[in-house]
């Protein structure tokens, strides 16, 4: 578990719940760089990317 892996996810995580639910474009867009982000710290942490459907709860 790095340090900077853990940073990547925390902050991905803060940026798509910011954005998740704005309609724009540009929301949108900045939703799925959080995502993108959440998932490049998990896979340096050595966990599975998140691929399910924002919101759902499902793991």
Partial sequence: MSIEGKAKEAAGYVKEE???HRDSPEGKQAAQEG?????EGRMEDG????????G????
Wanted: proline residues 10%; without cysteine; hydrophobic residues 20%.
């Fill in 18 to 20: 910011l954005n998740e």
């Fill in 35 to 39: 995502r993108d982000l959440r998932n």
């Fill in 47 to 54: 966990k599975m990317p998140k691929t399910t459907e924002p």
């Fill in 56 to 59: 759902t709860g499902a793991k």
